[in-house]
């Protein structure tokens, strides 16, 4: 599991984006501010409780946003990077691109984990790069929804070059953009515009109302 300073680190460099955004825009973001595609289904979640697949490049704040959902509202919570067999941990850290092949493993490993939730109607998230249509297809089930962290490569730079603690190196980021296909208008998912500079709160505050999740219970 990812470290606290990972997600302290993100938070704070999304709140230094924030101070330069607020030198011109008043206020805290609204979930229109910040959400910027919604292609879920009226009656989605009519018999399926939500799954949450926050996606995005390294360094887009996936771990941060999914943490805060999970504490807030009580539920699982996963971090894809923990499903990475050692070979490709090492892969990365080599600053080695994975392949195709490096990914189908991983990816079925995490649909196992989503599976047992879904078959079980117990909501949850989890973080997964997700980069492609192909490694989506693979995760997509009842109550799934892919929450996408967009953002354009000079934006998640500056977020990835504040973390500490992980074995992804900056320079790979570029890889990750190369094979980037963002989630299509047939998929269901949630966008969410990195480009305002939102605060981890505002992220996590826009989700919760566009999914319309329901408060922790005791």
């Given at each position: 599991?990812?470290?606290?300073?990972t997600?302290?680190s993100?938070?704070?460099?999304?709140?230094?984006?924030?101070a330069?955004?607020?030198?011109?825009?008043?206020?805290?973001?609204?979930?229109?501010?910040?959400?910027?595609?919604?292609?879920?289904?009226?009656?989605?979640?009519?018999?399926?409780?939500?799954?949450?697949v926050?996606?995005?490049?390294?360094?887009?704040?996936?771990?941060?946003?999914?943490?805060?959902?999970?504490?807030?509202?009580?539920?699982d919570?996963a971090?894809?990077?923990?499903?990475?067999?050692?070979?490709?941990?090492d892969?990365?850290a080599?600053?080695?691109?994975l392949?195709?092949?490096d990914?189908w493993?991983?990816?079925?490993?995490?649909a196992?984990?989503?599976?047992r939730?879904?078959?079980?109607?117990?909501?949850?998230?989890v973080?997964?790069?997700?980069?492609?249509?192909?490694?989506?297809?693979?995760?997509?089930?009842?109550g799934?929804?892919?929450?996408?962290?967009?953002g354009?490569?000079?934006?998640?730079?500056?977020?990835?070059?504040?973390?500490?603690?992980?074995?992804?190196k900056?320079e790979?980021l570029?890889?990750?953009?190369?094979?980037?296909?963002?989630?299509?208008?047939?998929?269901?998912?949630?966008?969410?515009?990195?480009?305002r500079?939102?605060?981890?709160?505002?992220?996590s505050?826009?989700?919760?109302e566009?999914?319309?999740?329901?408060?922790r219970?005791?």
């Amino acid at each position: 599991m990812r470290s606290q300073s990972t997600i302290d680190s993100r938070s704070s460099a999304v709140q230094q984006g924030s101070a330069s955004r607020e030198d011109t825009d008043l206020g805290a973001l609204g979930r229109d501010d910040v959400i910027v595609a919604n292609t879920i289904p009226a009656g989605y979640f009519d018999s399926a409780e939500p799954v949450l697949v926050v996606m995005g490049p390294a360094g887009s704040g996936k771990t941060a946003v999914a943490s805060m959902i999970a504490r807030d509202r009580g539920w699982d919570s996963a971090e894809a990077d923990d499903f990475h067999p050692q070979a490709n941990i090492d892969k990365m850290a080599a600053g080695i691109p994975l392949n195709d092949d490096d990914r189908w493993g991983w990816l079925d490993t995490i649909a196992t984990w989503i599976r047992r939730h879904v078959d079980e109607c117990r909501p949850a998230v989890v973080t997964c790069s997700a980069l492609k249509r192909i490694y989506r297809d693979r995760l997509r089930m009842p109550g799934v929804v892919f929450v996408y962290l967009d953002g354009d490569y000079d934006t998640v730079m500056g977020l990835l070059s504040h973390r500490q603690g992980h074995f992804m190196k900056p320079e790979m980021l570029a890889s990750q953009f190369a094979i980037l296909e963002r989630p299509g208008n047939d998929e269901v998912h949630v966008s969410l515009d990195l480009g305002r500079h939102p605060t981890v709160e505002e992220e996590s505050r826009a989700i919760v109302e566009i999914l319309h999740l329901a408060p922790r219970t005791a």
